[in-house]
Nanobody, 126 residues
Framework: QVQLVESGGGLVQAGVSLRLSCAAS????????MGWFRQAPGKERQIVAG????????YYSESVKGRFTISRDNAKNTVYLQMNSLKPEDTAVYYC???????????????????WGQGTQVTVSS
């Protein structure tokens, strides 16, 4: 069983930075794509960023491209989301997730991810 534990959320003012971390259990962490999703009240859960197992390839949603950076440390079984220039519209619960499939395809739909963390709240005030 894979467990994912996020940390690093909080209440911040617009323009500042936050870094989210997600620690994963299991011995096959590097075999799987990892993703960060977010869900705002009343909205669907949407992908923010994804990263292949090797860390070479990444994906970003248009709304965060150029501001957020996803990275991973396979030796620590941890994936990160560096969020810069935060905006009020970034306010959401952020989830990390492990792809359902091994390989190097970064799926954008939540259904392609089998394991989820509990979520961490990020609130950006104007």
């Amino acid at each position: 069983q894979v467990q994912l534990v996020e940390s690093g959320g909080g209440l911040v003012q617009a323009g500042v930075s936050l870094r989210l971390s997600c620690a994963a259990s299991g011995r096959t962490f590097s075999n799987y794509v990892m993703g960060w999703f977010r869900q705002a009240p009343g909205k669907e859960r949407q992908i923010v960023a994804g990263i292949t197992g090797s860390g070479v390839n990444t994906y970003y949603s248009e709304s965060v491209k150029g501001r957020f950076t996803i990275s991973r440390d396979n030796a620590k079984n941890t994936v990160y989301l560096q969020m810069n220039s935060l905006k009020p519209e970034d306010t959401a619960v952020y989830y990390c997730a492990r792809s359902r499939y091994s390989g190097a395809i970064i799926y954008a739909n939540a259904g392609s991810y089998a394991y989820w963390g509990q979520g961490t709240q990020v609130t950006v005030s104007s």
